[in-house]
Nanobody, 123 residues
Framework: VQLQASGGGLVQAGGSLRLSCAASGRTFSAYGMGWFRQAPGKEHEFVAAVSWSGGSTNYADSVKGRFTISRDNAKNTVYLQMNRLKPEDTAVYFC?????????????????WGQGTQVTVSS
């Protein structure tokens, strides 16, 4: 299973970025997908998850109302639209494929992980 994240970059506070994660090697549409992030010196943090169908989502309180997770099962891709970015959103963002079709926030329930993409928000 391969997960390839892209779309990170440098943006000013208040700006937007859209992350993408292309998956291969697994029946993409059968499994939930999630985004996590890790800032320097901090723990791995759950950001958002989407169910196998896209019909259910789950967000961390810190991003609720600003970030939107979605998926296109025809393209085997999951997205994270990030709006009104803040400096505290600066981190490496990872996409992950769950062990089932749900939207768990627990990192231990994700079987496969991508390589990460850097997001830097300047103040």
């Amino acid at each position: 299973v391969q997960l390839q994240a892209s779309g990170g970059g440098l943006v000013q506070a208040g700006g937007s970025l859209r992350l993408s994660c292309a998956a291969s090697g697994r029946t993409f549409s059968a499994y939930g997908m999630g985004w996590f992030r890790q800032a320097p010196g901090k723990e791995h943090e759950f950001v958002a998850a989407v169910s196998w169908s896209g019909g259910s989502t789950n967000y961390a309180d810190s991003v609720k109302g600003r970030f939107t997770i979605s998926r296109d099962n025809a393209k085997n891709t999951v997205y994270l639209q990030m709006n009104r970015l803040k400096p505290e959103d600066t981190a490496v963002y990872f996409c992950a494929s769950a062990q089932d079709g749900g939207t768990t926030s627990s990192a231990s329930w994700y079987a496969y992980w991508g390589q990460g993409t850097q997001v830097t928000v300047s103040s």
